[in-house]
């Protein structure tokens, strides 16, 4: 025994030296000029109207950019197949043995798993070198380089490019209007031809699926079949690919790692659920189309269905019986693939058919992921991260008692719910920061704020709400104060809630004065108050409460302003600022100085300036006041000299003040010289790529905690009618549905 951990020890050994002289031994072979830099330099070439620099620089980021996925990809899954992980489950250490048995069970754990982290580190080489900037990567997501690119090769005359260019921008950014103009403009140029509309950035899987369905809509089945086969197997490749890509560095989520203390097993858990959640997002990436507004739902299982119809259609019943039997895998009781099971089966013959059973493929995916479901949701019933099932194939045995109770018992709306808004968060999740508006977004943005002046007015929808003050009382305009929006009550409950659960500093990067030193800031979001209800820590009541005074709020003002487009969260904070009593005296600064909620706003110019560290994607704001019992603290307008003031408005329970984000409506907050202000701030963006993260998470959240009939508020739109592959009956042709033809 004593030499056999000496040899663990020595292998241990080795495998701690071998990564220390990974950093010298890369085997990356890539374009090691960084991204970033690629695209800075593309970006600078375009502003001085260098149209080949343009085209180099970004042609090479782009190269850049997939040769280190393609280098991440191939170091994850080589090292995976070269260092499998050796334990066999089925004999841990039992309690009868001595605990040196159970520490050489734990070391050959680890020692596979260095060995696993050694050969990455060798490979990729120093992780450092290969992090991408947050912005750069969304840029890439948005498909910027390629705007750049189609103005770049239009200058230089090299139409089949420019084309292909922006043909790809448009099919990620569907209502960009000028790029849409630009494609007309290609249509009606000589020499263009249809061929030349690609999408550079198509995903196979994606591309032969929507191909096949488009024939089988047609009801050419023959041909269907190969192009559904081909998405099969692009389908697989793209999970494995997508898969290994989400075994990156831990993502905080709001936590500051300075602050993070979990143990060894904590830090793991939580690591180790997080991959586990990516790798189950990848069902709702895969399904995903720039085109649609949501993903395709149970999207591998409908290959399955079409192929099974297509191949009976054609006379290949071996195939179709293959085929329904791995649909039946997903969906065991449905009755029509049942029936249709039964006919094939009959056609065949019992004993040739009984030896048919489903794609072997298909069963590993299906038991894996169940497994990784049952993990999933048992660390979310246990440890309380939440986790939200992109598939609706799911076993109910497979979730926690526990949390099946907080489901409809007769209907599963909850659990459906989930499944309805797991294409967001997996969407979103990763896109909702601060984004680099580009010129053209600029110039959209403008036309689009243009079109919504003079349009207030709307109903206020509630009961109770009152106008107060129009922009006309208010000296400017898109300005609006109303009172009645909550009452006394809840005024007093969203008070006491932030007493328990808002935190000194939160939402301003922990400073506790970041406006001025003599008041200290308090506050919450819904997200945070959510999950301090649910662990117990404040009344679950209060927070799904401050929840549902959010969302009546940015009803109200939607419905006030008349907007056209959907109004969407940006960021939400129930905030309190506290008069620091030793701090006032000859006090002459003000709670929250004069500014412009989605610029900078340089007074002694009379500018605003429009980018970034500017929240430029704001377009409406609105407070909600709590209280009144204070000195101070009355909100105010001013001209753009940020001296002139045009309206001010006091503070009292169930007020809300409402006005655009943008150079109209400068603002401040007097100076609170005694007692504590609260008030709920909210601020809502008409783009959803920049719907505020943790309301994505709240929304979940809230679908989890709560059945149906404890929401307050009602739906505002029904809910659209969920699509799904042709279901066949048993020898008849399913008629062409223009629903799936016209969308894709």
Known sequence: MAAHSLRLLTTLLAVATAACRAEAESEAEWDMTAPDLLFAEGAAAYARGDWAGVVLSMERALRSRAALRALRLRCRTGCAADLPWELDPDSPPSLAQASGAAALHDLRFFGGLLRR????????????????????????????????????????????????????????????????????????????????????????????????????????????????????????????????????????????????????????????????????????????????EKPFEDFLPSHYNYLQFAYYNIGNYTQAIECAKTYLLFFPNDEVMSQNLAYYTAMLGEEQASSIGPRESAQEYHQRSLLEKELLFFAYDVFGIPFVDPDSWTPEEVIPKRLQEKQNPQTGCAHRSERETAARISQEIGNLMKEIETLVEEKTKESMDMSRLTREGGPLLYDGIRLTMTSKVLNGSQRVVMDGVISDDECRELQRLTNAAATLGDGYRGQTSPHTPSEKFYGVTVFKALKLGQEGKVPLQSAHLYYNVTEKVRRVMASYFRLDSPLYFSYSHLVCRTAIEEAQAERKDGSHPVHVDNCILNAEALVCIKEPPAYTFRDYSAILYLNADFDGGNFYFTELDAKTVTAEVQPQCGRAVGFSSGTENPHGVKAVTRGQRCAIALWFTLDARHSERDRVQADDLVKMLFSPEETNLPQEQPQEAQEGPPEPVQGSVPSSESGHKDEL
């Open 117 to 292: 982290a050694a050969c990455l580190r060798r490979c990729l080489g120093p992780s450092a070198t290969h992090l991408l900037s947050e912005e750069l990567e969304l840029e890439f997501s948005k498909r910027s380089p390629y705007n750049y690119l189609q103005v770049a090769y239009f200058k230089i005359n090299k139409l089949e490019k420019a084309v292909a260019a922006a043909h790809t921008f448009f099919v990620g950014n569907p209502e960009h209007m000028e790029m849409r103009q630009n494609l007309d403009y290609y249509q009606t140029m000589s020499g263009v031809k249809e061929a030349d509309f690609k999408d550079l950035e198509a995903k196979p899987h994606m591309h032969e699926f929507r191909l096949g369905v488009r024939l089988y809509s047609e009801e050419q089945l023959q041909e269907a079949a190969p192009h559904l086969e081909t998405a099969l197997r692009e389908y697989f490749v793209a999970d494995e690919e997508c898969r290994a890509l989400c075994e990156g560095p831990y993502d905080y989520d709001g936590y500051n790692y300075l602050e993070y203390n979990a143990d060894l097993l904590q830090a793991i858990t939580d690591h180790y659920i997080q991959v586990l959640s990516c790798k189950q997002s990848c069902v709702t990436e895969l399904a995903s189309h720039p085109s649609r």
